[in-house]
């Protein structure tokens, strides 16, 4: 997944997704953005620096916190 009604969830756990999606009432429509996979930006070659995203635990051991997603436009923007 990709992005739910234009939030990005692109590095989300499992488990912030599953609440996410949770807090939708019955019946309320939601829009969803799938792709099959995405190519990962790796760091040139001969750099020490390790991503972030290569690091970050998959399972988030604390509750979600309730903070604002960024849009889609948000998320592509370059800055």
């Known amino acids: ?3 739910v009604n234009e939030h990005c969830v692109l590095g989300m756990s499992h488990e912030a997704l599953v609440s996410l999606l949770q807090s939708y009432t019955t019946g309320e429509e939601i ?3 799938v792709c099959r996979g995405y190519a990962i930006p790796l760091p040139a070659e001969g750099s020490h620096q ?3 995203y290569l690091t970050t635990p998959a399972v988030v051991t604390e509750p979600p916190r309730s903070v604002p997603l960024p849009t889609a436009a948000q ?5």
């Open 1 to 3: 997944m990709v992005h």
């Open 31 to 33: 829009e969803l953005d």
């Open 50 to 52: 390790v991503p972030p």
């Open 75 to 79: 998320y592509n923007q370059v800055g």
